[in-house]
């Protein structure tokens, strides 16, 4: 193992989109990396060294994503790099990754179906957030399903992966729609008004970004009926409900490993260093606290390992745990995916989620649904 004696910084690359139509969620991914790294050099570094962020701004442009992950590994000399939302990003970073042998950690919710030894996955797979949802929304709403979707890989597979979840829990999907990223929010209306032709039980979003915030606004403006005919998704956060009005976002359902009011110390104790730093209207979110705790492991394997070397760190963080803000986390050695917490919520009149559904522990990784989401500890709780 290489050990150094130096003060010098451990240099890592940050890829978040803070302007453009995904910048309401990522911007909360680049705060909570920095707000990891800042607790961790104030608390001393790693082994005596500081961290040090490169930060980019692909501005919600997939294939930006591509070229400062280059300029990241290229120019800069960086190999660790925490970064990307849409699955469309990861795929562009994936091959510079890959072929220059770096590491992506990847702190979002994603369609599963994908395994590179150059990435660690901190975001859910569908067997963490799909399954539980689909069962709760045909216990719940009915098994009548509309699906809406931004027109990209994540939407596609995530319904291919949903369609299948209903089909054999005896529902049908009565309509799918997808509509462009960076969409304006007149190009919702058609789509909701073709719903409300269809009368699901239920509507299954997967569109993102500044679309989301439209989505649910378009759908207030015709008058529908949460309580009768709820918007469920995997990406609606704290983050978009207050971004479109906690008017709006009351009664729709999520599927997440974390939300922000959720009773543990440890969660409680982030978000309010989370608050103090950004302001109390500042919500927490699933993917600002996964870009938060990756940063930690990360730290935590670099403590032991004292190298950036990317075999030295993936080997050490295969099967390694840490207390995250959702709960006791791992990453699953064989997927190199997080093993996380499965959580179902309601959003309420003030942007916080009530839980209807938690795993009473986190839930294996399994991208791939071989085991179609055994859970970890046999057990689950029903909370409402
Ligand atoms: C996503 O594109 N993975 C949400």
Redesign the pocket.
Known sequence: MKTTNTSEPWRVGVLFSRTGFMAVIEETQLRGTLTAIDEINNAGGVNGRPLEAIVYDPGSDSRAFGRYAKRLMVEDGVNTIFGC????S?KAVLPVVERLNGLLWYP????GFEFSSNVIYT?ATPNQNSVELCRILMELYGPRVFFVGSD????RESNRIMRELIRSSGGSVVGECYVRLGASRNEFLPVLREVKRAQPDVIFS?V?GDGTVFLYQCYADLGLNPKVMPIAS??TTEAEIRAMGYDVGEGHITAAPYFQGIGNERNSAFVRRYKKRYGDDEPTNMCLEASYFQVNLFAKTLEQTNSMDTEVQRTSVMGSEIHAPQGEIAINPIWGHADLWTRVGRANRQGQFDLVFESQSCVRADPYLLGYGRHVGQRSLEVA
């Open positions: 939302y849409t699955s469309s990861r979002t919710l994603y369609e975001g990209y890989v994540y939407p997967t993102v995997l990406t």
